[in-house]
């Protein structure tokens, strides 16, 4: 059967069915995949433009320099294809793209969510994720324009991230209440009840472009400057970031608020940002910073218990950077069908991701969700209470200061809370899971054990911990 076949075919079924009951169909019968892997065309050179990394959040490059030229190539150059919605290799039983009907800007998805697939437990489903870089209101809610500007040819700008942008109505935007986090999803598993546990392995997280953004806004990140115009504990207001005379937020309209968005491209598989004359490159490790299944019991689509912005006992907006490719992540199921979803794509964070975002970037990620039962050893223990990762190479186990999130009556960012809470279950591990002592468990933590802060900035604030699977030789 010719390409050219497969894609009328696939264009046919679309157009009959609608792509939702479509994508019903090929989780049904994952060879109709490889339908939809259609071959899009080759990022040309493009239009020339600077690659200037540091801009205000809504100038798109036109202030501090903007794009023009001096020889200079586009950013997207020799990156290859970019992956749009439906092109390139689709690897999963199932495929699930990011169009305005099936996502959610800003907001999670609730046990009472309607899932917009169903698959098999065991089954493999590849995920579009959307970036929310360069389509927030702060820097204009156009793609075209912001990446436009920083010297980003058309046909490198993905099409859903326009169409959201343009299009998405589900819920009224407010962007100084809501997330700032295209939330793609959910996704029922059959069989999945209240209390077991979503194993969620990672098998690919691929860019789909070859450029990201790093932002950074006032109010929020680990410098931020408080209430009442206070520093945060441990600082001055000199040292607060963004700088405070920047601040603009009093003028209620977002693209003047001061904030400030680095466009970082990658080049031979590094992240570039330029600072004057200085490049820095720093190695990518792509990663969903949002995995999740749902645990909000709130209705509505838009109440702040299922806000995207804090990490629960659900998961979510996580942001552990050792769960990319190869990673496994358990979490304790609340809903019938789990109701799993992503969102939040990373191309690369260091832990902590101080200045609020890590470099955010759109990714096509394919999962393996599989549903483990009480008792069957498929899990370990603490996830069917807690959330818990693990690589080929650590556990890791999760600590968060306010595990409930909103609903739990408040939000608190203390570190500390976080840190006891990833020991404890550090503890329950090594001594449910691999028989250890409880005492000698605690000493071999802290002699041998990595502990790290996987973020300041969401609220609710994370510490895991890295238990290395060769000391258990």
């Known amino acids: 059967m010719s390409d050219s076949f497969k894609r009328e075919a696939a264009e ?42 540091a801009v205000p959040a809504a100038a798109g490059g036109s202030g501090s320099g903007g794009s023009g ?23 999963g039983d199932a495929y699930l ?15 009472h969510a309607t899932p917009v697939m169903t698959i098999r437990s065991g089954q493999t489903v590849t995920i579009d994720a959307m970036s929310h870089e360069g389509i927030l209101e702060d820097q204009g809610r ?8 920083l010297g980003v040819p058309e046909s490198s700008i993905l099409q859903d991230a326009v169409s ?19 939330v793609t999803g959910p996704i029922a598993v059959e069989g999945a009840r209240p209390g077991d546990v979503l194993k969620i392995e990672t098998l690919e997280a691929v860019p789909r472009v070859p450029y990201g953004v790093v932002s950074s806004r006032h109010g929020k990140g680990g410098l931020a400057v408080q209430q009442e115009v206070q520093p945060p504990d441990g600082i001055s207001l000199e040292e607060v ?24 491209a990658i080049e031979d598989g590094k992240g570039v940002m330029t600072s004057g004359d200085m490049s820095v490159r720093f190695p990518l490790r792509p990663f969903m910073g949002m995995m999740g299944v749902a645990f909000a019991e709130t209705d509505g689509l838009t109440s702040q218990e299922a806000n995207s912005v804090p990490p629960t006992l659900g998961g979510g907006n996580i942001d552990i950077r050792h769960l990319g490719a190869g990673s496994t992540f358990y979490l ?89 809470r990833a020991i404890v279950n550090a503890l329950d591990f090594l001594q449910n899971d691999r028989g250890m002592d409880r005492a000698v468990a605690y000493a071999y933590l802290s002699a041998a054990a990595d502990f790290a802060v996987s973020q300041v900035v969401d609220r609710t604030v994370g510490v895991h911990g890295l238990i290395r699977k060769a000391d258990f030789g």
């Open 241 to 264: 970031m963004p700088p405070v005379d920047t601040d603009n937020r009093s003028s209620g309209v977002p693209s003047d608020y001061g904030n400030v968005s680095v466009f970082t």
């Open 69 to 91: 030229g001096g020889g200079k190539t586009s950013p997207t150059s020799g990156f290859g294809q970019i992956l749009q919605p439906n092109s390139g290799t689709i690897m």
């Open 142 to 149: 156009n793609p075209l324009e912001y990446f436009g500007g």
């Open 164 to 182: 959201i942008a343009a299009e998405y109505n589900r819920t009224p935007r407010d962007f100084d209440v809501d997330g700032p986090h295209i």
């Open 12 to 53: 046919t079924l679309v157009k009959g069915l609608g792509r939702r009951k479509f994508m019903g169909v090929v989780a049904a019968f994952g060879t109709l995949t490889a339908v939809t892997a259609c071959s899009s065309q080759a990022v040309g050179a493009g239009s020339a433009g600077s690659t200037l990394t």
């Open 332 to 420: 304790p199921v609340k809903a019938d069908g789990a109701l799993f979803y992503v969102g939040d794509p990373h191309m690369g964070m260091g832990d902590g991701e101080v200045a609020l975002t890590a470099m955010e970037g759109s990714l096509r990620g394919t999962f393996r969700l599989t549903v483990c039962k009480p008792g069957s050893g498929d899990a370990p223990s603490v996830a069917y209470t807690y959330p818990f990762g693990e690589t080929s190479d650590a556990w890791i186990p999760i600590g968060l200061s306010d595990p409930d999130g909103l609903d739990g009556g408040g939000v608190s960012g203390d570190l500390n809370v976080a840190m006891r």
């Open 97 to 111: 793209a990011s169009t305005p009907e099936d996502v959610l800007w800003g907001y999670v998805p609730t046990v």
